[in-house]
């Protein structure tokens, strides 16, 4: 059995600005979704037969790794909470990506790749295979997954989900795991990693290293259980900014607020990030995405936190908690309605968790 795991994400500064083309700060957590292949006799998902429609990311991603591969049986296991905010199809379409690839190897043509998915302007692009020569080689299991690969193709199949939109935020965060930060410009203070455009849109993606800092606090996230459609939340700031173009003048100070968030973290100051957390909410709700059941989590919570803020879309999904104090915040939280999480900052990235028996198929005999 092949088996790989890709943890959730939230957004710890700068949602909606970012789509103004503010930096967005985002941080995976202890929350994964696992995914397990197996050959079988028919395509199978979860025992019940797989359907295209019902799991759009694992069909795309089945065209673009397994085209007249032998049927499968997938196992998705997990516990991000679906369409919530916190990555669920991106963390799923990581895993799946590597363990596809990790089950059927990959040609390695003159010590370099034979074949892959690479982002190429203004998409990503698959090359190879080569005919097979002599001297080639397929590099099998673990060894033939790529972290980049799986992020290039998550965004891919994300984007194609979601009627061709979708920022690299959620699929390089699931990918790479730690702290991703992304951004119109590359940041010069940051370990920029690589940029991304799809459909003429580009971002400049970075990796922030975290200080041992970051140990002693925990996110506690708490749902609101309020299914509010991202597209639905960034079409009403669309629109105040229509109305009311003095507004981008909130857009910029969440861009500056962020900014400070990302120094707070890599300096370690937890009470700073805190701090420009607390600030980012309060412009978050002045530009009309907060709700009611958001707020009164983020009341309950902010006693014992360091700072709190809706993160994501708004509108109802989820808010998070920075603490020292992971139970009585979460407590607090379940007593007002919420349902809780609680993660470290800063999980692990894609875990490839087994290549017994792999590859499962050779499609370059
Ligand atoms: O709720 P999520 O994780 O889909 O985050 C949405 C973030 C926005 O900035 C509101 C939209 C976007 O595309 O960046």
Redesign the pocket.
Known sequence: MVQASAPGKC?LFG??A??YGQP?VAVAIDQRMTVSLEISDVWRIDGMRFSPERHPHVESLKQRLWANGPSLSIKVNGDIPPAS???SSAALSVAASAALRCARGRQIKDDDWGEGWTAARPNAVYTGPWDVEQGDSVQTGKDSVDVDECAILSHAVEASAQGGR??P??SSTCSHGGCIVLSDKVESDLNWIYSRTLNDVSWEVHAVDLPKEIEDVWLVIGNTGIHAP?SE??AKVARLLENEPGRMREIETIGIIARRGIAALKEGNMEGVGRAMRENHLLLRSIGVSCSELESLISAAAPSSLGVKLT??GGG?CMIALTRNPKETSEAIELAGGRTLISKIAAHGLIVESDDNSPLWNPFE
């Open positions: 957004i949602e909606h970012v789509v967005a905010g916190l990555g979708a920022s935020l959620d991202t939340q960034v994501g879309a999904g």
